[in-house]
């Protein structure tokens, strides 16, 4: 092995400026595959896309959509289950499905205005007390128009039994005061009906009165078919005032309901909202995408300092890994290079000491930039190769420096001197580093991608440091050092 790295430093020697011209072209090629690189969290990173569990995944995901995200607002019962949230989380709704790769939304506005389609939230109303339906009633007819008012009215009056409606209109006959008997009785001579006559001279104060006692002699089947009906007449959610959200979100003791209680958990003080996304999420990038735009669909909604805001779940931590991930290796490269300088300046007593960790960092580009040409993505494990490469090429590097430093001080002539200890150092360093790339190699062996991948771009690492040493030695030859 003397021989062959005797001759390879003869050789590198000889031509040293066409080495430099070839390691500066391929520096550039390797920086192009930097751009190519890709980060990856997703479940091809843990485990194989042949693998069945993985199939699996792909056709749920691609028939249910991905995972889903999350918005938690924290506040006080009161403040959240009122008009003003109800409001806002219908416009908070409406912008997130018009951002891509998000399929629908789930709250507890989009829960009971489907609730209100279907008969089964009569059923749920009727469950109340006494008391609770009375006040459930008063705050339905409250959010109805008087058209609607009107209709209902005729609706309640036609459901009567023949007693009922004789007490009804023994109690409308307690409240007309003598001059509205007159004036009915003038309107009915004109021909107007006994009915509209009526309606027209009774206040609102009468009216609401009479529906009152109207009600109360109700039986429970003639209240429900009469919920039913204004049920149907109900605006949107979003439009309901803050007292009928109460009633119909809070049971007999201010409870929030069983049919509520997962998207309003902590009994109204959190409401929770989903965010349900296509199979795209399975992307990182997406995912970064996807929590830039739910948070500028937040920040749009102004929800004001009442509340507390959250955004989470799977897609979003994704999102924030990405972002997080680039500022970590940003910052881990420049602490190792700072540690790096100051070990070589203060213990490696030599001429131009920091020489060895330019190379090092050429040798950075060759990995990371093979890494892109290769498709190989940076995740969890291959970012951590970044502090690796950095320790071990300089070990390398001061290696060999030191060595020719012995060597010059010998001899003081600098051809020479990088001949001997390309000679001397090159088979202990090259034995060292095959070892190294091939211990790196066994990772294949596992059956997780990430682990194959982080064995891969170690042993390119490695491979580039030992490139990068005879670059280094180009260099010490081409110029005289």
């Not at 042993?459 to 005879?470: N, Q």
Request: with cysteine; glycine share 4%; net charge positive.
């Amino acid at each position: 092995m003397n021989r062959i790295f005797s001759k390879w430093a003869k050789n590198i020697f000889k031509h040293s400026k066409l080495y430099i011209a070839i390691i500066g072209a391929l520096t550039v090629i390797f920086g192009i595959g930097l751009s190519r690189i890709q980060m990856k969290m997703g479940n091809d990173v843990f485990v194989s896309p042949k693998s069945a569990i993985y199939k699996n995944t792909q056709t749920y995901q691609k028939n249910f959509g991905g995972d889903a995200a999350y918005v938690m607002l924290s506040g006080k019962q009161k403040r959240i289950i009122s008009h003003n949230t109800m409001q806002k989380v219908a416009t908070f709704s409406k912008n997130a499905s018009k951002i891509k790769n998000v399929k629908s939304t789930t709250s507890v506005v989009s829960l009971l205005n489907d609730l209100i389609q279907k008969s089964d939230f009569s059923t749920m109303m009727s469950q109340s007390d006494s008391a609770s339906n009375e006040k459930l009633q008063k705050d339905l007819f409250a959010n109805l128009s008087d058209k609607q008012k009107n209709e209902l009215q005729k609706n309640l009056q036609s459901s009567l039994s023949k007693a009922q409606l004789a007490k009804v209109q023994a109690y409308t006959q307690s409240l007309l005061t003598t001059p509205q008997q007159a004036k009915i009785g003038e309107l009915v001579q004109a021909g107007t009906n006994q009915n509209q006559a009526l309606q027209e001279t009774l206040t609102a104060k009468q009216n609401q009165q009479l529906q009152a006692y109207t009600l109360s002699l109700l039986t429970s089947k003639q209240r429900n078919i009469i919920v039913a009906k204004v049920v149907k007449m109900l605006p949107s959610v979003e439009k309901m005032s803050t007292p009928l959200l109460r009633d119909i979100m809070l049971d007999n003791n201010g409870k929030v309901r069983k049919e509520f209680d997962q998207l309003l958990p902590k009994n109204g003080k959190n409401l929770l909202i989903m965010v349900n996304t296509t199979d795209k999420t399975s992307d990182m990038s997406t995912n970064v995408q996807l929590r830039q735009d739910l948070k500028k669909a937040l920040k749009n909604t102004h929800f004001n300092s009442a509340y507390e805001v959250n955004l989470a779940g799977q897609p979003i931590i994704m999102g924030e890994i990405k972002t997080s991930v680039m500022s970590t290796m940003v910052k881990m490269v420049i602490i190792a290079v700072i540690l790096m300088i100051a070990v070589l300046t203060i213990l490696f007593a030599v001429r131009r000491r920091l020489f060895s960790l330019f190379f090092v960092l050429i040798g950075m580009i060759w990995t990371f930039g093979i890494m892109g040409w290769l498709n190989i993505p940076i995740t969890l494990a291959t970012m951590a190769t970044l502090p690796i490469i950095i320790g071990l090429g300089t070990d390398f590097g001061v290696q060999f420096h030191n060595r020719y430093e012995e060597e010059f001080r010998k001899e003081q002539i600098s051809d020479q001197a990088s001949q001997t200890a390309a000679k001397n150092i090159g088979p202990a360093v090259g034995t060292a580093v095959i070892m190294m790339a091939l211990s790196f190699l066994t990772m294949l062996l596992s059956k997780a991608p990430m682990m194959q991948q982080f064995g891969i771009t170690l042993a390119i690492g490695v491979v580039c440091l030992l490139s990068r040493i005879y670059s280094y030695l180009c260099c010490l030859t081409s110029f005289r050092y």
